[in-house]
């Protein structure tokens, strides 16, 4: 994260309970610095679908697991970065989903990444000190 | 997620509240499967939700396969523009039945619940089951020369909605267009034309910009209401497109004078898919019927049908197979079936390929009329701008209505505002409203904070957001006014109050808008971290006001101070201060009260009736922020747009008023009222600062800081320069103002 702007950490359990309030927490947050109503929206659906996909697919082992998220507004633009310790996934290198299937015949998950990818004006991934780390930046 | 189960004309209705997340999605699936309902068509109300996922979505689509599975469906009313975007990128719109308002939803799943049991024939080669629809009607609109006396022309420039499903001829595009008129197929999802010479191709606009390229029409013809039968047709070797339409008019209505079908086909040949439109006449009893009848005889390219009947009308031809089963919503159908990369080309109803599968909706039209008569009647009176794509966005909000009139309401910065007064189809007046149109985004952010923050929280001055609608790059808002006068109702904005009114009236005025109106967002203030210089730079909304300052008043942002000649006085420059003390306070934050605030609240953004009611309106700045931003926005507005400084000595007068107003060490302290000058307006000024910062006092409690309410001036007080209205003389008197405040912050916080 650039230093000089606002920003705003948050650690989650990797639990279904501790998505909504983490999602209230972020956009009271984004609220107050003003972003736009579709980065506030964003910034919930990348806490909400990569939570869920850890919570999902990501553990491998019983353990508790936390999510590290951190959100940065700094000259008009939105850097989220979220952090799990669940297996290595690239969700950019996750395929697309078939638009054109009926909903019922989709994989679950790809939707969700899809609306990021589609909403999203950049998103990196790295896989570092056994950590998946997403970065998405959204211009406003 | 709240999640509330009624029932509107038989028609179940969930009404859904909040965030529809995973978490949500669980509490929805419980409740839809709960739901003990015979009924398969139900109406979904998404008019508060706020936020939408993946999970929601699949909890939704969920509900409207099992639904689909017993012959019903979901019908969604009144979706954000967010929520309407994320279903867009999910590439769903098209497998859903959207539509703008919950009325609308119950409507469209009572019609599709009041389907009878199918009944089964055969015509040649083929069966067909038909279900008809009771209570439906509809109307055979024809458009063509002579067909209205205030639009007459060559040619009709409307949307493709106003259209509905029509064949005929005209163009894409404004007429006076290079390109001859040319066959043409239009719905409200896509429009194609192609012209009369040999070699020509078809073109086409489809999706969101059907809406938004007008479509210049010679002569149409076209179906408007709800189809009387819905038809599936089944005929392996393949059904004559002409012979089935023949068969079908003599099965469903024998004795009409006129049949409208519009059909939906998997065929033969080498084009997979055939979308058509089609009037069918019988000339002896039309002849029996009114006069309006008589346009059947003069539509292009009549067939006679075995039976002796006549049809006219035209197809085109699609390159991928349309989805046929249970097929019921024409418009859902047409979006999935008929895209940029489906569309093939237009052809003639005797050149199409015989049809597999086919759904054919039936029309038994009860009138024929004029097209151009169901037009909105759009006047503008009392000048200003106007541009003719407004004309859309007006017939859009008003689209319940024959005849509205405009008239201008001076001010407004981004966009331009009309006082409304429409007349619905049975010529009685409605109530007044507003109409407010301008760019797009600013528009969209109107409507967003109405969710958020209006319709919550603001009821009592009875302001409600009726509708929007986009046209290219503007978009408009329709207000209604609630509960006042009816029809008579005379609205003034609060600027012609203040300048007309005795003192004590607009006072009152004041005081109503801020103890009353606003008083549920001031009153529930939040104890917060804020970063005051940040959220209170002017050069968010004025990010040319350095360069203004230098050009119009020659004050460099480069020069520490400022010479005040009018008080014989070194001050801060207030215009280095902006461009180098914000920024490196910009990190600094301190505990204060937040609220919801107006964001730009001035004399012309609130309108007063007779009996001294108040609107407020504008809210694309609405947001949570410093709870006394709104009281010291408005004290600029009072001090340099409200007074008139017509001489140096003005000026000077003008500017020792200033410096008494800011030498006040609290705001519940009556600021001293030092004036020597003739402008009556200067003493009203002073009533209504002492009266909102007394306001602002009582917003902050216990509070004595006052630099939050001098930051909050100042982010109002600098864009003055900027102002195209305000002579040379009120932005001096501005910088003046801005030189003081800045000098006093700079005290406060002990740096000078």
Request: a negative charge; one cysteine or more; hydrophobic letters at 40%.
């Given at each position: 994260?650039?230093p000089?702007?606002?920003?705003?950490?948050?650690?989650?359990?990797?639990?279904?309970?501790?998505?909504?309030p983490?999602?209230?927490q972020a956009?009271?947050?984004?609220?107050e610095?003003?972003?736009?109503?579709?980065?506030?929206?964003?910034?919930?659906?990348?806490?909400?679908?990569?939570v869920?996909n850890?919570?999902?697919?990501?553990?491998?082992?019983?353990?508790d697991?936390v999510?590290?998220?951190?959100?940065?507004?700094?000259?008009g633009?939105?850097?989220?970065?979220?952090?799990?310790?669940?297996?290595?996934?690239?969700?950019?290198?996750?395929p697309?989903?078939?638009?054109?299937?009926?909903?019922?015949?989709?994989?679950?998950?790809?939707?969700?990444?899809?609306?990021?990818?589609?909403?999203?004006?950049?998103l990196?991934y790295?896989?570092?000190?056994g950590?998946?780390?997403?970065?998405?930046?959204?211009?406003? | 997620?709240d999640?509330?189960?009624?029932?509107?004309?038989?028609?179940?209705?969930?009404?859904?509240?909040?965030?529809?997340d995973?978490?949500?999605?669980?509490?929805?699936?419980r409740?839809?499967?709960?739901?003990?309902?015979?009924?398969?068509?139900?109406?979904v109300?998404?008019?508060?939700?706020?936020?939408?996922?993946?999970l929601?979505?699949?909890?939704v689509?969920?509900?409207?396969?099992r639904?689909?599975?017993?012959?019903?469906?979901?019908?969604?009313a009144?979706?954000?523009p967010?929520?309407r975007?994320?279903?867009?990128?999910?590439?769903?719109?098209g497998?859903?039945?959207?539509?703008?308002?919950?009325?609308?939803?119950i409507?469209?799943?009572?019609?599709?619940?009041?389907?009878s049991?199918?009944?089964?024939?055969t015509?040649?080669?083929?069966?067909?089951?038909?279900?008809?629809?009771a209570?439906?009607?509809?109307?055979?609109e024809?458009?063509?020369?002579?067909?209205?006396?205030?639009?007459?022309?060559?040619?009709?420039?409307?949307?493709t909605?106003?259209?509905?499903?029509?064949?005929?001829?005209?163009?894409?595009?404004?007429?006076?267009?290079?390109?001859?008129?040319?066959?043409?197929?239009?719905?409200?999802?896509?429009?194609?034309?192609?012209?009369?010479?040999?070699?020509?191709?078809?073109?086409?606009?489809?999706?969101?910009?059907s809406?938004?390229?007008?479509?210049?029409?010679?002569?149409?013809?076209?179906?408007?209401?709800a189809?009387?039968?819905?038809?599936?047709?089944?005929?392996?070797?393949?059904?004559?497109l002409?012979d089935?339409?023949?068969?079908l008019?003599?099965?469903?209505?024998p004795?009409?004078?006129?049949?409208?079908?519009?059909?939906?086909?998997q065929?033969?040949?080498?084009?997979?898919?055939?979308?058509?439109?089609?009037?069918?006449f019988?000339?002896?009893?039309?002849?029996?019927?009114?006069?309006?009848?008589?346009q059947l005889?003069a539509?292009?390219?009549?067939?006679?049908?075995?039976?002796?009947?006549r049809?006219a009308?035209?197809a085109?031809?699609?390159?991928?197979?349309?989805?046929?089963?249970?097929?019921?919503?024409?418009a859902?159908?047409?979006?999935?079936?008929?895209?940029?990369a489906?569309?093939?080309g237009l052809?003639?109803?005797?050149?199409?390929?015989?049809?597999?599968n086919?759904?054919?909706?039936?029309?038994?039209?009860?009138?024929?009329?004029s097209?151009?008569?169901?037009?909105?009647?759009?006047?503008?009176?009392?000048?200003?701008?106007?541009?003719?794509?407004?004309?859309?966005i007006?017939?859009?909000?008003?689209?319940?209505?024959?005849?509205?009139?405009l008239?201008?309401l001076?001010?407004?910065?981004?966009?331009?505002?009309f006082?409304?007064?429409?007349?619905?189809?049975?010529?009685?007046?409605?109530?007044?409203?507003?109409?407010?149109?301008?760019?797009?985004?600013?528009?969209?952010?109107e409507?967003?904070?109405?969710?958020?923050?209006?319709?919550?929280?603001?009821?009592?001055?009875?302001?409600?957001?009726?509708?929007?609608?986009?046209?290219?790059e503007w978009?408009g808002?329709?207000?209604?006014?609630?509960?006042?006068?009816?029809?008579?109702?005379?609205?003034t904005?609060?600027?012609?109050?203040?300048?007309?009114?005795?003192?004590?009236?607009?006072l009152?005025?004041?005081?109503?808008?801020?103890?009353?109106?606003?008083?549920?967002?001031?009153?529930?203030?939040?104890?917060?971290?804020?970063?005051?210089?940040?959220d209170h730079?002017?050069?968010?909304?004025?990010?040319?006001?350095?360069?203004?300052?230098?050009s119009?008043?020659?004050?460099?942002?480069?020069?520490?101070?400022f010479?005040?000649?009018?008080?014989?006085?070194?001050?801060?420059?207030?215009?280095?201060?902006?461009k180098?003390?914000?920024?490196?306070?910009?990190?600094?934050?301190r505990?204060?009260y937040?609220?919801?605030?107006?964001?730009?609240?001035?004399l012309?953004?609130?309108?007063?009736d007779?009996?001294?009611?108040?609107?407020?309106?504008?809210?694309?700045?609405?947001?949570?922020r410093n709870?006394?931003?709104?009281?010291?926005?408005?004290?600029?507005?009072?001090?340099f747009?409200m007074?008139?400084?017509?001489s140096?000595?003005?000026l000077?007068?003008?500017?020792?008023f200033?410096?008494a107003?800011m030498?006040?060490?609290?705001?519940?302290?009556?600021?001293?009222?030092?004036?020597?000058?003739?402008?009556?307006m200067?003493?009203?000024?002073?009533?209504?600062?002492?009266l909102?910062?007394?306001?602002a006092?009582?917003?902050?409690?216990f509070?004595?800081?006052?630099?939050p309410?001098?930051?909050?001036?100042?982010?109002w007080?600098?864009?003055?320069v900027?102002?195209?209205?305000?002579?040379?003389?009120?932005?001096?008197?501005?910088?003046?103002?801005?030189?003081?405040?800045?000098?006093?912050?700079l005290?406060?916080?002990?740096?000078?």
């Open positions: 994260m650039t000089g702007g606002a920003t705003l950490t948050v650690q989650i359990p990797g639990t279904v309970e501790a998505i909504r983490a999602t209230e956009e009271a947050w984004l609220s610095q003003q972003v736009s109503f579709e980065a506030m929206y964003l910034a919930s659906l990348a806490i909400e679908e990569l869920t850890c919570i999902k697919y990501g553990y491998a082992d019983a353990n697991h999510v590290d998220i951190a959100l940065c507004v700094e000259d633009v939105l850097r989220i970065e979220v952090i799990d310790d669940g297996r290595p996934f690239n969700p950019l290198e996750a697309a989903p078939d638009l054109s299937l009926p909903i019922e015949e989709r994989p679950i998950g790809g939707l969700g990444l899809h609306l990021l990818r589609e909403l999203a004006d950049d990196s790295e896989r570092r000190d950590t998946n780390r997403l970065r998405i930046v959204k211009r406003m | 997620m999640i509330a189960v009624s029932s509107g004309a038989g028609v179940p209705v969930l009404t859904l509240g909040g965030r529809f995973g978490t949500a999605a669980a509490v929805f699936d409740e839809a499967a709960a739901l003990e309902s015979e009924a398969v068509h139900w109406a109300d998404f008019s508060q939700v706020t936020y939408l996922s993946s929601g979505i699949r909890s689509m969920a509900l409207e396969q639904l689909k599975a017993r012959g019903g469906g979901l019908v969604l009144d979706l954000s967010m929520v975007r994320v279903l867009h990128v999910s590439r769903l719109e497998f859903l039945t959207i539509v703008p308002t919950l009325a609308d939803a409507e469209v799943a009572r019609t599709s619940a009041s389907m049991p199918a009944a089964e024939l015509i040649g080669p083929c069966r067909a089951r038909i279900r008809r629809v209570g439906s009607e509809s109307t055979l024809w458009w063509g020369p002579g067909s209205s006396d205030s639009r007459a022309g060559a040619s009709f420039g409307i949307s909605g106003d259209l509905g499903v029509a064949f005929g001829v005209g163009t894409l595009g404004e007429a006076g267009d290079a390109s001859l008129p040319g066959r043409l197929i239009s719905t409200p999802q896509f429009s194609a034309t192609l012209g009369a010479e040999s070699g020509a191709i078809t073109d086409f606009i489809v999706g969101d910009a809406r938004v390229v007008p479509i210049s029409v010679a002569t149409a013809w076209a179906l408007s209401g189809p009387a039968a819905l038809v599936e047709l089944n005929g392996p070797s393949g059904c004559a002409l089935a339409l023949d068969g008019y003599a099965a469903i209505e004795s009409a004078a006129v049949l409208g079908f519009i059909v939906l086909a065929t033969q040949g080498h084009q997979p898919g055939l979308f058509a439109v089609g009037i069918a019988d000339p002896e009893t039309a002849r029996t019927r009114a006069d309006s009848y008589r005889e539509m292009p390219d009549q067939i006679a049908l075995p039976s002796g009947r049809l009308g035209g085109i031809t699609l390159q991928a197979r349309p989805a046929i089963d249970g097929a019921s919503d024409l859902g159908a047409l979006r999935s079936a008929a895209t940029l489906t569309l093939g052809v003639a109803l005797t050149e199409c390929a015989p049809a597999t086919a759904v054919v909706w039936v029309y038994a039209p009860t009138e024929i009329r097209g151009a008569a169901k037009l909105l009647q759009v006047n503008v009176e009392g000048g200003g701008e106007w541009r003719p794509e407004w004309d859309g007006v017939r859009h909000l008003y689209a319940d209505c024959r005849s509205v009139t008239t201008t001076p001010g407004g910065f981004m966009s331009s505002t006082k409304a007064v429409a007349y619905d189809q049975d010529g009685r007046r409605t109530l007044p409203s507003v109409v407010k149109i301008g760019p797009a985004d600013v528009t969209r952010r409507v967003e904070a109405n969710r958020h923050y209006i319709s919550r929280f603001i009821l009592n001055n009875g302001t409600t957001l009726l509708g929007d609608a986009e046209h290219g978009a808002l329709r207000y209604n006014f609630l509960g006042v006068n009816g029809p008579d109702s005379r609205l904005w609060l600027y012609d109050q203040y300048l007309h009114r005795p003192l004590p009236d607009v009152s005025l004041f005081e109503q808008l801020f103890t009353r109106v606003l008083k549920p967002w001031y009153a529930q203030p939040k104890w917060e971290q804020v970063f005051l210089f940040r730079s002017p050069l968010r909304l004025f990010p040319e006001l350095l360069a203004a300052a230098e119009t008043l020659g004050l460099s942002a480069e020069s520490p101070e010479e005040c000649r009018e008080l014989g006085a070194r001050l801060p420059n207030p215009f280095y201060f902006l180098h003390e914000y920024p490196r306070h910009a990190g600094e934050s505990l204060w937040t609220s919801v605030c107006h964001g730009d609240l001035n012309r953004n609130v309108l007063v007779e009996r001294d009611n108040l609107y407020v309106i504008d809210f694309s700045e609405t947001r949570p709870v006394v931003s709104d009281f010291a926005r408005l004290e600029p507005v009072l001090k747009e007074t008139r400084p017509e140096d000595d003005d000077h007068h003008l500017v020792v200033e410096e107003l030498s006040v060490t609290a705001l519940d302290q009556p600021p001293p009222f030092r004036y020597d000058g003739g402008d009556p200067v003493a009203r000024a002073h009533a209504g600062i002492t909102l910062r007394r306001y006092d009582r917003a902050t409690l509070e004595t800081d006052l630099v309410y001098w930051l909050a001036m100042l982010e007080t600098y864009p003055a900027c102002y195209r209205q305000l002579t040379l003389r009120q932005k001096r008197y501005a910088a003046c103002s801005a030189a003081l405040i800045c000098r006093s912050i005290q406060l916080e002990g740096r000078a």
